[in-house]
């Protein structure tokens, strides 16, 4: 009797245990407990459809795109990259297909993720001039845009493919809302570091960030360096500056004080992110000298001819001598490369 | 055993057959309950009654089965009381009654007319059999199966650990075939000596990749499940033995160290070599223990921390020697195997510079921060069951020593109580060694590992509790299920867990692959995991873990700990940092402090994982400037 008791009361402590053990289990066993949950992490998985082969399921990697062996041959054409019908025509007539897209985005609209796949889909990196018309930078930088921000941020992440982005560019000039007149360089700095950190908290590696002063020509008294928010938070400097009849068309001149002073305070390539020569006579010169100056320029990664009619006709089929020369040159094996194989 | 069949005094010493059915010293027995004179009074019936007289068999036994008084029958000198049963009072001897004895002498044949075949005191033989032997082993077959299965369902890439015995394997390989200098020396931090299992696993390794080198573990753990049967069985018997088996193949300890590329599994392995020799000579001549010794010192070799086991063996010398060969016997051999073991285990340490390691991983160990409760917890959760289940069966063995249904084993001269309760003792006090060392240096990494080398002893009493839980005969066979069962499910869960404890680290090597070469500067949570998967292209000594850095800055100044961090930070000193904000959150916290606005790096990528705990993500960053 007292066995089977005993027994009975062994088996009966046994399964009592057992049942705490594993009804407990799950919060007794996480000792670890650390859980650094990444907001918007698992959207990666999603985004496979876009990267190429084994890797689709990782981070894509942008270094090879920071400082390609070749020139990146830009180009900002209407509706591109949100249609590719721009684009066809004017690698028809320039002769060569554009690896780098330029549009422009407004702050709050949403991020165009299929123009980007569109783009790419043809060896072309798209370039995003992200223009900040309806809100104050100092708002940005005090997290007051998070919501948009970080949404952004996660579709940008979510797609998985390289985007270059261009905030606020032009921020040395007068004429931009965003410009000397309305902003401290401080509030400046102090919105892009925003940005970028939220896109980094995002895990959105996949954005190379071009910061682009217009060229300091017209402006000269705006010192540039205050306005840079440093290496650490830019890939690329971009330059936007345009062969105008006032002004003297040596690559030197259009673009060398400019990229004189950006040496003093920083080694990251450059690149011309917005460039054309005004029509007239003069047109097939600048374009040769546009063309010169970046092939003999190291850390000039390229350029983005300005395809559009606005303020004067930029558009490259207006002047078909300038054209022909321009086709030649963009002939040159050194420009342009698929961007999917850099 | 229910008292209920035991009730039998002891067996007579002569076979049935040669025993009359009046023998009077059946009288009281056999024939002594009134049931039996009711059944078997016909069969029974006395070959010397009248055969004239009326059947009755009132009239033949009195309700104790006693001859009736007063009617003394001699024949052949032998008296046959039962002759007569007290009858009704009234009844009366017919008149022809004197010439009985005369027709008696000459009718009654001097043999009874059949014997009753020989019957053995039990139905079964207590002795091995070849049947059962066999049965056992279908039975430990089938456990062993169930032990490859749980742990070959285990999957993840490298742990760290893993990943820094294997390439250090490889690069001890090279070492010695090619002469290529060690990156780093191995020796002085590793918990076991890095000449003998890695050496071994990154063979496999190079062969069959990380999934050889764990079931070579399996290989070890299925090995050590085998012998743990063979020196139970020995020990106690089949049963005790499965039992044993079968619960130490499901705890959490044994299927994951069954598919882990650590010393772990050689250890335990060794370990249970050298209990099984210990006990397989215990009936051979003394000096035949010191077999084990070797086993036992390369145990410690492989594995530093297997020598807190090492007394365990020695004493388990004496005791199972004890009862067979005496105690002087018994004695010597304990000493010769200590002294085996000591001289071995001094040469071992002279011979080789494994002194520094050995300090520094396990008797000097830093203490760490985690509680006696915590670790007492984490002990019971993933021994708990099988160690009561020990505890229960050392206790009833001290109470109860017979081990089989077997009447016959009552009188087998079983060892007394004292010896019993010093086993129960040795076995189950084994099992708590490990956690309280752990809990003396106050560190609950490993613990997981070392609470199932305990339990390799614990486990032949444990095999004893099943048995006694479960009952003679099978009795209550549901109630080892039960705990079978329970230990499973707590191990299934429990090394599922375990095995998720670190993020799978593919995509992460995937990412930084194309960064790596064999000049860099790395940064790394856990250095040994890149190490390890991309050994062709990088090695150890390029690598800097986040457990503590000394540093001098470019501009001479030297920094250690977490200024040590910043200051090779702001000097872009590392090409590639990778965390994994769960191995040491602190110091990744710093690092991702210093690397954030630095104008030498830029985010490579957020590699998102999912553990058992959660979910996280790799933060590497690139030096690009």
């Not at chain 1, 990782?58 to 041959?73: A, Q, W």
């Not at chain 1, 998070?146 to 992440?157: G, Q």
């Not at chain 2, 002279?350 to 300090?359: E, F, K, M, S, V």
């Not at chain 2, 602190?586 to 999912?610: E, S």
Request: charged residues 20%; hydrophobic residues 40%.
């Amino acid at each position: 009797m007292f066995l089977t008791r005993a027994r009975t009361t062994a088996a009966g402590c046994a399964l009592a245990l057992s049942a705490l053990f594993t009804l407990s289990g799950c919060s007794l066993l996480d000792d670890s407990g650390t859980s650094a949950s990444s907001e918007g992490g698992g959207g990666s998985e999603g985004s496979g459809q876009d990267a190429q082969g084994a890797d689709a399921d990782i981070p894509y990697d942008v270094t090879p795109l920071l400082k390609p062996g070749k020139k990146y041959f830009g180009a900002a054409i209407d509706g591109a990259p949100n249609s590719m019908k721009g684009v066809d025509t004017y690698t028809a007539m320039t002769g060569k297909k554009p690896n780098l897209i330029e549009y422009y985005a407004a702050w709050g609209d949403g991020f165009d993720a299929q123009g980007v796949r569109n783009a790419w889909a043809e060896g072309a990196l798209t370039l995003v001039s992200w223009e900040p018309f309806d809100v104050t930078l100092a708002d940005i930088a005090a997290g007051e845009k998070d919501a948009y921000l970080k949404k952004y941020a996660a579709s940008v992440r979510k797609l998985n493919l390289p985007v270059v982005i261009s905030f606020a560019d032009e921020m040395n000039g007068h004429w931009e809302k965003w410009g000397t007149k309305n902003v401290t360089p401080k509030q400046y700095v102090a919105a892009w570091k925003h940005i970028h950190d939220t896109f980094t908290d995002a895990g959105a590696s996949n954005v190379i960030w071009a910061w682009s002063p217009n060229i300091v020509n017209p402006v000269k008294s705006v010192e540039l360096e205050p306005y840079y928010p440093g290496d650490g938070y830019v890939d690329w400097v971009g330059v936007i500056g345009y062969f105008t009849i006032e002004e003297d068309n040596a690559y030197d001149s259009v673009f060398g004080p400019t990229l004189d002073e950006i040496r003093t305070f920083t080694k990251k390539p450059t690149l011309i992110l917005e460039t054309a020569a005004e029509p007239g006579e003069r047109r097939r010169a600048d374009v040769r000298n546009l063309f010169a100056g970046v092939e003999a320029d190291d850390d000039m990664l390229g350029f983005v001819w300005f395809d559009h009619k606005k303020r004067a006709d930029w558009r490259l089929k207006v002047s078909p001598l300038a054209l022909k020369e321009f086709r030649r040159l963009a002939a040159d094996g050194s420009f342009g490369f698929d961007v999917r194989k850099p | 055993m229910n008292r209920s069949q035991n009730h039998h005094p002891p067996q007579p010493r002569e076979p049935y057959g040669e025993q009359r059915y009046g023998d009077p010293r059946y009288g009281d027995q056999q024939y002594g309950e009134q049931q039996y004179g009711d059944a078997y009074g016909d069969p029974y019936v006395d070959p010397y009654a009248d055969p004239y007289g009326e059947r009755d068999s009132s009239s033949w036994f009195n309700s104790n089965g006693q001859s009736a008084q007063g009617y003394p029958q001699e024949q052949q000198g032998q008296q046959i009381p039962q002759q007569y049963v007290p009858g009704i009072p009234e009844q009366r001897q017919r008149e022809d009654q004197p010439t009985y004895a005369l027709h008696t002498v000459e009718e009654t044949p001097a043999e009874p007319s059949y014997h009753i075949p020989v019957t053995p005191e039990a139905g079964w033989d207590m002795a091995a059999s070849r049947r059962r032997a066999w049965v056992s082993r279908a039975v430990l077959l089938c456990i062993l199966l169930i032990q490859t299965v749980l742990s070959l369902r285990l999957s993840n890439t490298a742990f760290q650990d893993e990943a820094l015995y294997l390439a250090a394997g490889h690069a001890e390989l090279d070492h010695l075939l090619n002469g290529t200098p060690l990156p780093i020396d191995y020796a002085a931090y590793f918990s076991g000596s890095p000449q003998l299992y890695p050496v071994l696993a990154a063979l496999v390794d190079a062969q069959f990749g990380l999934t050889g080198a764990r079931v070579l573990s399996l290989v070890f753990m299925l090995f050590t499940t085998g012998l743990l049967y063979s020196f139970s069985r020995r020990m106690f018997n089949e049963r005790a033995a499965l039992a044993a088996a079968a619960l130490f193949s499901v705890v959490q300890s044994t299927v994951v160290m069954g598919f882990f590329a650590t010393y772990d599994a050689a250890a335990v392995f060794l370990l249970a070599l050298a209990v099984w020799i210990v006990v397989r000579t215990n009936r051979a001549p003394a000096y035949a223990v010191l077999l084990a010794a070797p086993v036992a010192v390369l145990a410690v070799g492989v594995k530093y921390a297997a020598a807190l086991y090492l007394p365990t063996i020695v004493v388990l010398a004496l005791l199972t020697a004890w009862p067979y060969r005496g105690a002087k016997s018994a004695v010597l051999r304990m000493l010769l195997l200590g002294l085996g073991m000591g001289a071995l285990a001094g040469v071992g340490m002279y011979t080789t510079d494994l002194l520094a390691g050995i300090q520094q991983t396990t008797t000097n160990r830093a203490h760490g921060s985690d509680s006696a409760q915590f670790l007492l917890q984490r002990s019971a959760e993933w021994g708990g069951l099988m160690f009561l289940a020990a505890v229960g069966g050392a206790i009833s063995y001290v109470r109860r020593s017979r081990m089989n249904e077997s009447p016959l084993a009552q009188r087998l001269g079983n060892p007394g109580w004292r010896w019993r309760a010093l086993m129960g003792l040795l076995l189950c006090g084994t099992a708590v060694l490990a956690s309280a060392y752990q809990i003396h240096l106050g560190t609950v990494v490993s613990l997981f590992k070392h609470v199932g080398f305990g339990l390799l002893f614990a486990a032949p009493m444990a095999g004893v509790g099943v048995t006694r839980l479960v009952g003679a005969h099978f009795r209550y066979p549901q109630l080892g299920i039960m705990l079978w069962t329970a230990v499973l499910c707590l191990g299934i869960s429990q090394a599922d867990w375990r095995f998720g404890v670190w993020p799978d680290s593919s995509k992460m090597i995937r990412t930084i692959q194309s960064h790596v070469n064999d000049k860099g500067h790395y940064l790394s949570s856990t250095p040994e995991v890149p190490v390890y998967y991309l050994r062709e292209k990088t090695d150890h000594s390029q690598w800097q873990s986040v457990f503590g850095m000394e540093y001098k800055a470019k501009k001479g100044k030297y920094y250690t700990g977490d200024e040590a961090y910043r200051a090779a930070l702001r000097d872009g000193e590392f090409d590639l940092i990778v965390l994994d904000g769960i191995t040491n959150p602190r110091v990744d916290d710093v690092i991702a402090g210093a690397v954030k606005g630095n104008p030498h790096y830029r985010l490579l990528a957020d590699v998102p994982w999912r553990n058992s705990s959660g979910t996280g993500t790799y933060r590497i960053w690139i030096k690009t400037s």
